[in-house]
């Protein structure tokens, strides 16, 4: 059974670095499959920010491109997301997943709610 | 804006068929298979359905989907009041570098 369990602050100030971790248990990162990032503002759809594979192949949502790293810690079976330069908009709950194929996100963690705020 | 165009709303009372459609464009629909989430409100998103039309383990047969060019359409039949959520479709953009795109989702209402 894989589980997948997002953790970090839930408060962040404007135009401070956003940072969450996914830890996955029931599954080895290293043995493949990619490990992505979605978010939901509140009230909102899903935005997808971006994912990587534990080889390096990582991609991103064109526009947080320029704000957003995603990488594999494979040593303790987790991945994270940073966030730069964050303003109000960014306000979501994020989700961290793993994808089978492209965009097959077969297993969701619970969500978490980061709030940007001062 | 989504790059993908799902209706925002559909409803339907218990026993009826009810359909959403996704609308997308060559560099995503048209070339890649089409992902179907289910989300009941404050819960992560659910995998409906996968490759167009291929149901993961689990997911009743009264849901069902197709893609055609490039556009897709979740269907459900027999409705049933547990199945008011919202519903979003998902696909690869062959686009820059490459990347996901989802629907702006429709909210399903059983009446």
């Known amino acids: 059974q894989v589980l997948l369990q997002e953790s970090g602050p839930g408060l962040v100030k404007p135009s401070e670095t956003l940072s969450l971790i996914c830890t996955v248990s029931?599954?080895?990162?290293?043995?493949?499959?990619?490990w992505g990032w979605i978010r939901q503002p509140p009230g909102r759809g899903l935005e997808w920010i971006g994912s990587s594979h534990h080889t390096g192949d990582t991609y991103y949502n064109p526009s947080l491109k320029s704000r957003v790293t995603i990488s594999i810690d494979t040593s303790k079976n987790q991945f994270s997301l940073r966030l730069n330069s964050v303003t109000a908009a960014d306000t979501a709950v994020y989700y961290c997943?793993?994808?089978?194929?492209?965009?097959?996100?077969?297993?969701w963690g619970q969500g978490t709610l980061v709030t940007v705020s001062s | 804006q989504s790059v993908l165009t799902q209706p925002p709303s559909a409803s339907g009372t218990p026993g009826q068929r009810v359909t959403i459609s996704c609308s997308g464009s060559?560099?995503?629909?048209?070339?890649?298979?089409v992902n179907w989430f289910q989300q009941v409100p404050g819960v992560a998103p659910k995998l409906l359905m996968y490759?167009?039309?291929q149901r993961p383990s689990g997911v009743p047969d009264r849901f069902s989907a197709s893609k055609s060019g490039t556009s897709a359409s979740l269907a459900i039949s027999g409705l049933q009041s547990e199945d008011e959520a919202d519903y979003y479709c998902?696909?690869?953009?062959?686009?820059?570098?490459?990347?996901?795109?989802f629907g702006g989702g429709t909210k399903l209402t059983v009446l």
């Open positions: 998902a696909t690869w953009d062959d686009s820059l570098n490459g990347y996901v795109v």
């Open positions: 029931g599954y080895s990162i290293s043995s493949g499959y990619f």
């Open positions: 060559s560099s995503n629909i048209g070339s890649n298979t």
């Open positions: 490759s167009n039309d």
């Open positions: 997943a793993r994808i089978t194929s492209r965009s097959r996100h077969e297993y």
